[in-house]
């Protein structure tokens, strides 16, 4: 009776399956060469490159040169505004005298030249018009005067002479009195009339009108002999 039981035949193991290819992790592609990064809003590898380069010789003389030459112009600017500043102001040798009115200030034709300490002038009325002699003789930088009784000026230290309109006459004087520029302007300071460049004397164009002294304009007495 003894059923011989037959054995079951072993279950066959389960294949471990192979993992395939499609579930490998992926590997990052890697950048061709010479292809550039995409920015993220940062400056690039290259950018980054340029701004920590350190400067070369060539561009730091370039530098130093355009600073220079800032610096230069920026003297000369400065040198210039200052040259064209008056030197001296109104009422100041070397500058402009406003002497007030010609016909209260300006003596009579046939009168004695009128002294203006202040300005350094002889107001010499003339014939011919009005003259502003410097009243420093040409020789050796004396002070002359006015001498009525032989109606000339006249220098104390070596005795040159002049004319009233300060012609030389005689002494060592080398030249003629010399002579500043004049002019005359009316109320609104507009120039009515203005000695010319040979010193000329200068009629009176309106006897209400100022008369002004440059004396940073010294016109030269022309030489004799
Ligand atoms: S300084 Fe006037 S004549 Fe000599």
């Given amino acids: 009776m003894a059923e011989a039981i037959a054995a079951k035949p072993a279950a066959k193991p389960t294949p471990t399956p192979k993992p395939t ?47 220079s030459l800032g610096i230069f112009f920026v003297a000369l600017g400065g040198a210039t505004f200052i040259f064209a ?8 040798f070397g500058g402009i005298f406003d002497l007030g009115v010609a016909g209260d200030v300006i003596p009579p034709t046939d009168a004695a030249p009128a002294s203006k300490t202040a300005a350094r002038a002889w107001i010499s009325n003339t014939d011919q018009g009005v003259i502003a002699l410097y009243n420093v003789c040409v ?43 004049i002019r005359f302007t009316d109320a609104d300071g507009k120039v009515l009339a203005e ?31």
């Fill in 195 to 225: 000695t010319n460049a040979n010193g000329d004397p200068l009629p009176v164009p309106d006897p209400n009108a100022q008369l002004v002294v440059d004396t940073g304009k010294i016109i030269l007495g022309h030489s004799h002999g």
């Fill in 85 to 92: 500043l008056p030197r001296f102001g109104a009422g100041e």
């Fill in 139 to 181: 020789h050796l930088g004396c002070l002359y005067g006015w001498q009525p009784v032989t109606n000339r000026f006249e220098c104390p230290c070596h005795g040159s002479k002049y004319q009233k309109n300060g012609t030389y006459i005689e002494g060592p004087a080398p030249r003629s009195l010399d002579r500043f520029v």
């Fill in 21 to 67: 290819a499609a579930a490998k992790p992926a590997t990052p592609a890697k950048p061709a060469a010479g292809h550039k990064e995409e920015s993220k809003g940062g400056p690039t590898d290259a950018e980054l490159a340029m701004i920590q380069a350190p400067m070369t010789r060539r561009e730091f003389l370039n530098y130093g040169f355009l600073a």
